[in-house]
């Protein structure tokens, strides 16, 4: 069988990686020319986590991204709302998203960039059967169910970009590890 996966973000790919490793020829079609390292970090709570295991990837993934030992939860002025320590076999990590997408882009076989999808029939000469994985404005949606806006399934997501300051570490600290 071979599977035709419009859409090369973590969700096509990821999609790829899967039906790869149960014997399915994979073909992702991304319209982005290159992958670029756009976008933010990312937490991967341990149900991803083991999403990755079972793809094969979380070590690839683990050394590119920071492991998490506590939940910190705060307000704009610094209050501590919630605070939870993460213990084995919680696994929490923080990866940048471009990292992870290269990640899954090396395991995903076949990605064709610069490969815009206009119609989803156009695909049914080369593919059994098509996935759909290309966000918002999907044109796999469209092509079976025509324009629709999205629905609402009744779920919020919060996303949030903080500029983080490292600060130097103090004189003595500096001077033992031969940077000071």
Do not use: C
Not at 32 to 40: D, I, Y
């Amino acid at each position: 069988m071979k599977a035709a996966i419009v859409g090369g973000g973590i969700g096509g790919l990821a999609a790829a990686v899967a039906l790869r490793r149960v014997g399915i020829e994979t073909v992702v079609y991304e319209r982005a020319r290159q992958f670029e390292s756009v976008g933010a970090g990312l937490t991967l709570a341990p149900n991803a986590v083991r999403a990755l295991e079972r793809l094969g990837l979380a070590d690839a993934v683990r050394a590119v991204s920071a492991r998490g030992r506590e939940l910190l939860v705060r307000t704009a002025g610094g209050h501590t709302l919630l605070r939870v320590e993460l213990r084995e076999p919680l696994e929490l990590l923080g990866v940048h998203g471009a990292e992870l997408q290269r990640v899954l882009a090396e395991a995903a076989g076949d990605v064709r960039l610069g490969a815009e999808v206009g119609d989803v029939a156009s695909l049914a000469a080369e593919a059994d059967f098509v996935v759909g994985a290309d966000g918002i404005n999907s044109v796999v949606r469209a092509s079976l169910h025509g324009r629709q806006p999205p629905l609402y399934a009744g779920y919020d997501g919060w996303r949030a970009v903080a500029e983080v300051r490292r600060r130097a570490a103090p004189r003595s600290l500096r001077r033992d590890v031969g940077t000071g």
